[in-house]
């Protein structure tokens, strides 16, 4: 019986990593997004065609993806500069175009607490061990 003792809880301090890594966050943050809108000259828009955003004198794209379905993309600027925006259809249509903005995107965070994070699971382990200790409470008390 001892030795189902130190079982149980040794077994559930080996499910708690296991436990967190299954903990999926998010972040809501805001800033000066900039947008462009793609769009053909019958003013029907650039849907769902792939882009890339680098910085000036970059080779390597500091953003790429698929316009929306209004034909937009929409990135935050690390810094003020100018960006080079490529944008190519499958069937050869497309730009290559500059833009220059003014000033980096401010964000801000609203990350949460790490009691609301892992409160759950902090709470669960806690009422599991207290089962065990009545439990085990009990099983002395029936012995005597």
């Keep these: 019986m001892k030795a189902a003792r130190i079982f149980y809880p040794a077994l559930l301090l080996t499910a708690i990593p296991q436990a967190s890594a299954h903990d999926l966050q998010y972040t809501v943050t805001g800033g000066q997004a900039v947008v462009v809108k793609l769009f053909y000259a019958d003013n029907t828009a650039f849907s769902f065609e792939a882009y890339e955003i680098y910085p000036e004198g970059e080779k390597l794209p500091v953003q790429v993806g698929r316009t929306d379905a209004r034909g937009r993309i929409a990135f935050l600027p690390e810094r003020a500069g100018t960006w080079r925006v490529k944008a190519i259809s499958k ?34 382990v806690a009422l599991i061990l207290g089962l065990f200790g009545f439990i085990n409470l009990y099983l002395k008390r029936k012995k005597t």
Excluded: N, Q
């Design 91 to 124: 069937d050869g249509h497309g730009l290559d175009f500059t833009l220059t903005t003014d000033a980096a995107a401010t964000l801000t965070g609203s990350d949460k607490p790490v009691f609301e994070r892992y409160g759950r699971i902090v709470v669960g």
